[in-house]
Nanobody
Framework: QVQLVESGGGLVQAGGSLRLSCAAS????????MGWFRQAPGKEREFVAGITRGGGSTYYVDSVKGRFTISRENAKNTVYLQMNSLKPEDTAVYYCAASIFERAEYARAYDYWGQGTQVTVSS
């Protein structure tokens, strides 16, 4: 089992920045690829960013490329999502997730999920 706890969400004006953190406990953190997803009201959960087990490869949904950066510190069992140039359409609950696969872009490939943190971007 892996337990995931997100933090860092909040209210920010358009153009601002936030950094989300996700702390993991349980099985060895470095055994899992990590991802960030988001879900806006009335919409399906959407993949945002992913990072491989060792952190050597990252990948993003097109809408956040150049604005968001995913990173991880395996020694601290933590994955981050740095979000810059935020837009109102980034408003959602953000979830981190862990996958046993080396690379995963679909929710069904993830085994463990956090409880989510709200990000609200005002215009």
């Amino acid at each position: 089992q892996v337990q995931l706890v997100e933090s860092g969400g909040g209210l920010v004006q358009a153009g601002g920045s936030l950094r989300l953190s996700c702390a993991a406990s349980g099985r060895p953190f470095s055994s899992y690829a990590m991802g960030w997803f988001r879900q806006a009201p009335g919409k399906e959960r959407e993949f945002v960013a992913g990072i491989t087990r060792g952190g050597g490869s990252t990948y993003y949904v097109d809408s956040v490329k150049g604005r968001f950066t995913i990173s991880r510190e395996n020694a601290k069992n933590t994955v981050y999502l740095q979000m810059n140039s935020l837009k109102p359409e980034d408003t959602a609950v953000y979830y981190c997730a862990a996958s046993i696969f080396e690379r995963a872009e679909y929710a069904r490939a993830y085994d463990y999920w956090g409880q989510g943190t709200q990000v609200t971007v005002s215009s």
